[in-house]
């Protein structure tokens, strides 16, 4: 009966959480660089005095160059996360059947740290004694705060943060495809790379749970010290 009630209730309440994390995280890499990495790149070499069609060439190597070094830095690092866990996963297998006493303290030191006494919790670790398998998942995720990967995600997360860079490093040079003149295809660069940046940094702040209008700002703002810096430079060497 009780049973029944609590499925019932949970079939009433449905909690909308936002699951989407890692996808995000690699879009905001992705779009993030390549919005300011190319942008800055073609102001350099717009301060430089070359010209569009110089620039835009060596743009789009950039971009390429950037997708490819970005996308594999994501599918290594997802790659690690995944090798951690399984090396940690072992371990605690190899712990539970070595020295069981040690590792049901570690579950009682665990759910005491949660404020249940003693009598209410030895009938939960003496039930996750009874199920290796439910005691390993618990020491994984409460003992070591890992959560088991998803065996597809390096490869997801190198191509999405490639393509995510791709996409944003196309944005500043759009107008040097269609303005010869480098001197005002940089000044419609800018305009547009820091729409482009506004727009961004307020999905950003959006999804991440951030004042969106502040980190539209904030993203803005880094793009364009990026930029003027690189601007700034080129001009102290060509002098």
Do not use: C
């Not at 996750?128 to 998803?150: H, I, V």
């Not at 940094?201 to 969106?212: N, V």
């Amino acid at each position: 009966m009780a049973q029944e009630l609590n499925t019932s209730l949970l079939n009433q309440h449905k909690e909308k959480h936002f699951t989407a994390g890692e996808i995000v995280r690699d879009i905001i890499i992705g779009v993030s660089d390549g919005l300011t990495v190319p942008f800055a790149l073609a102001a350099g070499l717009s301060g430089a005095n070359a010209s569009s069609a110089i620039i835009l060439t060596a743009g789009i190597a950039e971009v390429a160059a950037g997708a490819i070094s970005m996308g594999l830095g994501g599918y290594l690092a997802a790659k690690s996360e995944a090798d951690h866990y399984m090396r940690e996963l072992k371990r605690e297998q190899e712990e539970i059947v070595a020295v069981p006493d040690t590792e049901a303290a570690e579950v009682a030191e665990i759910l005491s740290e949660y404020g249940i006494q003693p009598h209410e919790y030895t009938p939960v670790v003496n039930a996750l004694r009874k199920n290796p398998q439910a005691w390993l998942d618990f020491m994984m995720k409460f003992e070591l705060g890992l959560e088991k990967p998803d065996p597809k995600r390096a490869l997801h997360s190198a191509l999405t943060i490639a393509i995510a860079y791709i996409v944003g490093g196309i944005v500043p040079l759009i107008p040097y495809m269609f303005i010869p003149t480098a001197r005002r295809a940089v000044l419609a660069s800018v305009v547009v790379t820091l729409i482009a940046l506004l727009i961004f940094g307020y999905a950003k702040g959006h999804f991440t749970g951030s004042k969106p209008i502040r980190s539209a700002l904030q993203t803005a703002f880094i793009g364009a010290i990026a930029s003027a810096a690189a601007f700034g430079l080129a001009k102290v060497v060509q002098g």
